[in-house]
């Protein structure tokens, strides 16, 4: 994931209402768009009255996202089903888009994440002060007692406040800890490596050997898989720090290799996903609750 702690890199500015920064996350969230639509367009397409393929799927996908919105929301508010997709979809694909390497995660960047919490509050007032009028809607604020009344409003500010930066602190922090981790393991391997090559090409041929021995070793005796990447690590340390030591090649950061992958399958696939349907799921909440089923449905 791409992160980095001074925020977003700032492409450009469009000089227009005091200047507009164009920045990484814009650029992410515009993709992000771009895809989800084309997508759309794409997958919607040449419909068949009996799905193969890659309809089976799609079609799948949107069922469970009109059964997740059903069982959150009621049946009534079936019809919110696309806007739910919509931002989980954006999400996922906010977050993954890190893995490129060269782009910002959306979702890393507080501003998107309040974005779209605060489209959640203006969705939410707007429910209320279309059930309940205007003023209506000001004395909610005042239940159950006046005196409750600025409880009730730092509620309000609360709510879209903790939703984004749940979301927004889970994958910014993700991509600066498997970045720090990477930086370690960076700079340990440089170590290593200067260690192994300042006292000349015959430790990193011991080691060459060595690790040979033990791969063989262990692939013929079936040992365990501790002992086979004791022997992988041996052969690598000892094959770079001998092309080290023969100046080939230099600083290769062979001890962080695979590790920030793994951390990053957490951090940007699984941790992305969770959040995901968290930040989806409070929002279903969060609506159902200013649209309750019709009184005539209910007592039906």
């Not at 019809?79 to 782009?103: E, N, Q, R, V």
């Not at 981790?181 to 060595?210: D, R």
């Not at 092309?243 to 941790?271: E, K, M, N, R, T």
Request: proline letters at 4%; one cysteine or more; glycine letters at 10%.
């Amino acid at each position: 994931m791409n992160v980095s702690v001074d925020g977003a890199f700032v492409y450009f500015i469009i000089p227009i209402f005091g200047g507009i920064p164009i920045t990484q996350t814009t650029v992410s969230s515009f993709l992000v768009t771009l895809l989800l639509i084309t997508a759309s367009i794409r997958l919607g397409k040449n419909l068949q009255k009996r799905p193969t393929g890659i309809q089976v799927l799609v079609e799948k996908g949107v069922g469970m996202i009109y059964d997740l919105t059903t069982s959150a929301m009621g049946e009534h508010n079936a019809h919110w089903a696309p806007f739910m997709g919509t931002i989980f979809l954006s999400s996922i694909c906010g977050s993954l888009i890190g893995l490129t390497g060269f782009l910002r995660s959306s979702t890393a960047d507080l501003s998107c994440t309040l974005t779209w919490s605060i489209m959640v509050s203006v969705i939410i007032w707007y429910n209320n002060i279309k059930a309940n009028g205007f003023v209506g809607w000001l004395k909610g604020f005042t239940e159950p007692v006046a005196v409750m009344t600025p409880m009730n409003l730092i509620s309000e500010v609360a709510q879209p406040m903790s939703m984004a930066f749940r979301h927004f602190g889970n994958v910014a922090g993700g991509g600066v800890i498997t970045t720090i981790i990477y930086t370690a393991f960076s700079m340990l391997s440089a170590l290593v490596l200067n260690l192994i090559s300042a006292s000349g090409w015959a430790v990193g041929a011991v080691l060459l050997v060595v690790g040979a021995l033990l791969l063989i070793f262990a692939v013929l005796k079936k040992k365990k898989l501790s002992l086979k990447i004791l022997g992988a690590v041996s052969l690598l340390l000892g094959l770079f720090g001998l092309l080290q030591a023969l100046g080939i090649l230099s600083d290769v950061p062979i001890l962080s290799f695979g590790i920030p992958a793994v951390l990053s399958c957490y951090f940007d696939i699984f941790s992305g996903f969770v959040q995901a349907l968290v930040f989806t799921l409070l929002t279903m909440v969060y609506i159902a609750g200013s649209l309750p089923e019709p009184q005539e449905n209910a007592q039906a």
